[in-house]
T-cell receptor
Framework: AQRVTQPEKLLSVFKGAPVELKCNYS??????LFWYVQYSRQRLQLLLRHISRESIKGFTADLNKGETSFHLKKPFAQEEDSAMYYCALENYGGATNKLIFGTGTLLAVQP | KAGVTQTPRYLIKTRGQQVTLSCSPI?????VSWYQQTPGQGLQFLFEYFSETQRNKGNFPGRFSGRQFSNSRSEMNVSTLELGDSALYLC???????????????FGPGTRLTVL
């Protein structure tokens, strides 16, 4: 079964603390993994994707095929990072843009 | 350039009615996907259109349908509304279907549908 699991509904950290948002996936083909973010009262937007290997707003994520994980990390959290984060996967190179989303993790960064 | 737009932004209907939601993709984008977002089920894929053809469909009943026009604008229709159809319906557009260079999806603000 194709599935994305985000085990934490809420993650609360203090400003300056490290952050790790967990994401595990189950997929039979070759997946492309993404992290999307939704700030308060804003639309869902792409944060990063594994194939680009970029660091966006200080966030990084490494695809671990052995552990089927794509955890999102940031060494020092900022208050403006508070948002809803969704992990998602897509069939890499397939003739579809269908995204399978996890249930999301609400990150709350306390001052 | 302008982002993905969705109309209307809010809608209230009663059970048994039908509803049509509209999505205008970013200029030049040919792929449009629809998602349903609810607190209980999260974000679930409804369907995907490319060049006026439905390319993929999620696991939703036949009451949910959609189409895409020659200008890439898309509509989705829900007939015989049920209370459980209350949700935020999101539309996303991308340049094309495949390859990492042109399949980034840009989301609209959504249409909030409430069924009473």
């Amino acid at each position: 079964a194709q599935r994305v699991t985000q085990p934490e509904k809420l993650l609360s950290v203090f400003k300056g603390a490290p952050v790790e948002l967990k994401c595990n996936y189950s997929y039979s083909g070759s997946p492309e993994l993404f992290w999307y973010v939704q700030y308060s009262r804003q639309r869902l937007q792409l944060l990063l994707r594994h194939i680009s290997r970029e660091s966006i707003k200080g966030f990084t994520a490494d695809l671990n095929k052995g552990e089927t994980s794509f955890h999102l990390k940031k060494p020092f959290a900022q208050e403006e990072d508070s948002a809803m984060y969704y992990c998602a996967l897509e069939n890499y190179g397939g003739a579809t843009n269908k995204l399978i989303f996890g249930t999301g993790t609400l990150l709350a960064v306390q001052p | 350039k302008a982002g993905v737009t969705q109309t209307p932004r809010y809608l209230i209907k009663t059970r048994g009615q039908q509803v049509t939601l509209s999505c205008s993709p970013i200029s030049g984008h040919r792929s449009v996907s629809w998602y349903q977002q609810t607190p209980g089920q999260g974000l679930q894929f409804l369907f995907e259109y490319f060049s006026e053809t439905q390319r993929n469909k999620g696991n939703f009943p036949g009451r949910f349908s959609g189409r895409q026009f020659s200008n890439s604008r898309s509509e989705m229709n829900v007939s015989t509304l049920e209370l459980g159809d209350s949700a935020l319906y999101l539309c996303a557009s991308s340049l094309a279907l495949t390859t990492p260079l042109n399949n980034e999806q840009f989301f609209g603000p959504g249409t909030r549908l409430t069924v009473l």
